[in-house]
């Protein structure tokens, strides 16, 4: 029989072993790199990346995505058509938000008609503007009314984030984004401005639960620092690494990379009532004058895929065979010799540090070749969104651009970026807004694909938009984090583990 002197040491050595940290089963702290800071973490005031990467873990959406892309419940667990223009959902009623509070109905309601009110002014207004009534009929049961059928409602619900009715009419639109109250797998601790967003986990989530105890966004504006930190091993995850910055974690024995085509499509937008862009030559000479596959295959390192349409192949609205303008420099020098001297007016293409600045300059030294005066302007995030919504004046004449609706349907990309109503377009053309209308007013898919194929040629011809590639996202992560990222490009933190 053992010691009891051997039997303490050994219950002291389990000890030992059991808090070292190369024995938890779990990180204690996950550490994720951003590009930048959140502009928001009210998830119904702002539509960027950097704040949906962090908000969607405070709070959760009345439908959400799977990791296959199929929409599936969350706070709504079940929904039917009562008409065309009638939906009603089942609402959870084992759900709380952080303060201790039920979710019920009337916050889903209320969710809906905040996101809805143009007073209100929520950048994703155009994306739901098709909903005219939201009432709580019961705790647990909501009806939505549609103007017209909207064949694209649910996939636009899979972004509704439902907030707390009470919280907000409490503390206002202001004090709520400094600290915000979800129902999500987890909390907000604190915001550092300028530094890092740190959250807690939920233990009392309804669903799955956070498996890190703490979660740490910071703003890392280098990628090559995100790369860095990762390699020194004080990140987790670094989010929008480029191919160059992929090969160096290769041979990494502390990070891999993963990576996934979204739905994202990269884009140029031209602002067609600034000259030179009023001119449909100019227009038509940026479309021919870019070497997509050049950008792609030169740069980008073959992750990502052309496109013709600013759509992919996982929308619905996606046409295989539009024909759309492909590089020909000779053809964009004669169209820019055929425009005259307005051609040589300098034309600003905007950026901010979120994009990849090497496709950025291909994209100026393509155009420069075509004869065209390009100069880069590059901004933070937060004022390159302001004026990408500030209308026409404001809007720079040409921006680069990466845009995902999140829903993997067409509604909810060519409408706010084409139709006039929509604070994201410049766009003025009365027989686009109708196709887009009688696109997002029918259930009938054969019609609605019909419409979207005008709307491609119309692009194609007009030039609004040059759509360049479906977008890969490339993700550092250290190697015990298993994630499968998604073209949703979601980080659920609760979808995340740590394997030792």
Known sequence: MASRSSKIAAILLGLSLASAPGAL?????????????????????????????????????????????????????????????????????????????????????????????????????????????????????????????????????????????????????????????????????????????????????????????????????????????????????????????????????????????????????????????DNPKIRQAVAYAIDKEGLIDGILGGYDKPVPEMLTPSHVGWVADIKAPSFDLAKAKALVAEAGPVAKTEIELATSPVFDQRIVQAIQQMLTEAGLNVKINMSDMANYLKRAQGGLDATPALSFGRWSCACQDADGVLFPLLHKSSSWSVYRNDKADALLEAARATLDEKKRLDAYRQIHEIVAEDVPLVPLYQVAAIYGAAKPLQWQPSPGESLFLNRMSWKD
């Not at 405070?58 to 709504?76: C, E, H, S, Y």
């Not at 649910?154 to 979800?182: C, M, R, W, Y």
């Not at 979660?215 to 020194?232: G, H, S």
């Not at 979204?262 to 031209?270: D, F, G, I, K, M």
């Open 25 to 277: 089963l779990a990180k204690d702290r996950l550490t994720v790199d951003l590009v930048n800071e959140p502009s928001s973490l009210d998830p119904q005031v702002q539509w960027n990346p950097d704040s949906y990467y962090v908000y969607r873990n405070i709070f959760d959406n009345l439908l959400t995505r799977d990791d296959k892309g199929d929409i599936v419940p969350q706070v709504a667990k079940s929904w039917k058509y009562l008409s065309d223009t009638e939906i009603e959902f089942d609402i959870r009623d084992d759900i709380t938000f952080h303060d201790g509070k039920k979710l019920t109905a009337e916050d889903v309601a209320f969710s809906v008609q905040r996101i809805t009110d143009p007073k209100f002014g929520s950048p994703q207004l155009g994306q739901f503007n098709k909903i005219i009534k939201a009432e709580a009929t019961s705790p647990t049961k909501v009806k939505l009314t549609t103007d017209g059928a909207y064949p694209a409602l649910l996939a636009q619900l899979t972004k509704l984030s439902i907030v707390p009715k009470h919280v907000v009419e409490a503390v206002g639109k202001d004090a709520f984004n400094l600290k915000p109250v979800g129902s999500g797998p987890y909390t907000f601790d604190t915001w550092q401005r300028g530094v890092q967003v740190t959250l807690n986990a939920n233990p009392n989530y309804w669903g799955d639960k956070g498996p890190f105890p703490t979660a740490v966004f910071r703003a890392v504006p280098d990628a090559a620092t995100r790369v860095a930190n990762l390699q020194a091993g004080t990140s987790d995850l670094a989010v929008t690494l480029d191919s160059d910055l992929a090969e160096q974690l290769k041979n990494s024995q502390k990070a891999k990379v993963l990576s996934v085509l979204t739905e994202r499509v990269a884009y140029l937008r031209l602002n067609p009532t600034k000259p030179p862009l």
